[in-house]
């Protein structure tokens, strides 16, 4: 937890906040933190900023907050991911989180179990937990969007219209396509980025049809064989050094 | 598991393997496989191949390798990687086989605690263990090559300066310094590149500069903190992209 985040509702008169949950733990036991200290504090889909310690107590953590930074830029990449299973979902969602995405849209896909919708996960509070978890990694207060799409050919093919003229560039990653990212990137980086990470196991080809039909252009991240999670990592990563190289040319 | 890895011990007369292990488990229980049936295999450092499965019975698997097949080009980059917490060195290590690395030095740090170098992890068994998942997962046969360099000061004062002419870059990374990885980057990434990523909480300024008079260039991954795991993963993807476009341009 590099940040302590506060909801809205949790700032009080004269900027006071008190804290009684794990984030109160962790400044008692992890940060060791005293009153008089500051810490770094931030509000959720808000500013970033300082807390002054006033009192801490074995219950609560009483502080002031001064809330005028600037969190990081809003993130140019959303994310479409075919639904991990759950113990992956968890990680994924708060990797994605601290990598910084806009929104996520969890869909659907041939290889993806049917059992994994019915995980607690996808309850808009757990999910929120988790995301939570990445920005707090990260020092960022930007919440990703969620939401979630049980069915993949409405997603496709009357979701997926409506919102592609937002995006300068969309990309299905899948293994043996012809280009990797580099090879398919345009020089100029500009504007926002769609990218759709299918399940373990890949797409099957019905589903990169829809994507292509759609514009997406599908890339491979190499010759070996990544992890879900792996993926959005390195594909995140390698799309941020692809805007900065535009940027500096 | 998308290869079965073997140890050249296992090859025996007339190229007979017979597996009883997790292999012979993977196989049985998640792969369903039959006799008559070819699997992925590899020899481990050696080439790739199939594996005709000739018989299975509850205890074993019994098949025949052909190993003809060339595995991935040898990784052009090496890891110098602050001595993670067990439970991280795990995952990193099977990751960073997994990414492809030629060789990992793992290193001793201000903010690596004492206790870590106790670990069984590093333990050459166990460690080949972790590493062979990696490879399991990438279908690669390469193993990277692992050593422990329990103080800093001999590892960057006498130990660097025997090998740093194998390495046409050299990189630090270090949240808050001045450049990215696409800013410090010559635009012609050829030759082998060593990578040194630190500990949670990041190198301190003494460790830093041992690095600079090795002639390494500090780079930083971004505003935002991530997890050594993910630092691993985000820079080995980055520099993999940065030789592709090399190789492009």
Same mark, same amino acid.
């Given at each position: ?32 933190? +005293? ?6 504090? &931030? ?18 953590? $009483? ?21 991990? $299973? =759950? ?46 978890? &990445?920005? *707090? ?12 799409? +049980? $069915? ?23 293994? &043996? ?9 345009? =020089? ?11 399940? *373990? &196991?890949?797409?099957?080809?019905? *589903? ?5 039909? +759609? ?28 805007? +900065? ?5």
């Amino acid at each position: 937890m590099n940040v302590i985040l506060l909801e809205p509702y949790e700032i009080g008169a004269d900027n006071a906040v008190v804290l009684n949950d794990r984030r109160h733990e962790h400044l008692v036991t992890i940060l060791k933190s +005293q009153p008089g200290e500051t810490i770094r504090i &931030g509000l959720i889909n808000g500013p970033l900023g300082r807390g002054l310690i006033e009192q801490i107590s074995r219950r609560e953590t $009483r502080l002031r907050a001064i809330l005028d930074e600037t969190p990081p830029p809003a993130p140019a990449v959303d994310l479409i991911l075919a639904l991990p $299973r =759950p113990i992956m979902l968890k990680r994924i969602i708060a990797q994605a989180a601290a990598l910084g995405v806009g929104k996520i849209f969890l869909t659907n896909a041939n290889r993806v179990e049917k059992s994994f919708f019915q995980t607690s996960l996808l309850d808009k509070t757990t999910l929120r937990e988790h995301l939570l978890l &990445g920005l *707090e990694q990260a020092v960022d207060t930007r919440l990703p969007e969620v939401s979630v799409h +049980q $069915r993949f050919r409405p997603f496709v093919e009357d979701f997926l219209p409506n919102i592609t003229a937002e995006y300068a560039h969309r990309f299905i990653a899948h293994p &043996g396509v012809e280009n990797s990212l580099a090879q398919a990137a345009s =020089p100029l980086m500009a504007g926002r980025i769609l990218l759709a990470i299918g399940p *373990e &196991g890949g797409w099957v080809d019905f *589903e990169i049809d829809k994507f292509r039909t +759609q514009d997406f252009t599908p890339i491979h991240i190499g010759q070996r064989i990544v992890r879900v999670e792996t993926a959005v990592t390195a594909l995140l990563a390698q799309l941020d050094l692809l805007r +900065q190289l535009s940027s500096i040319s």
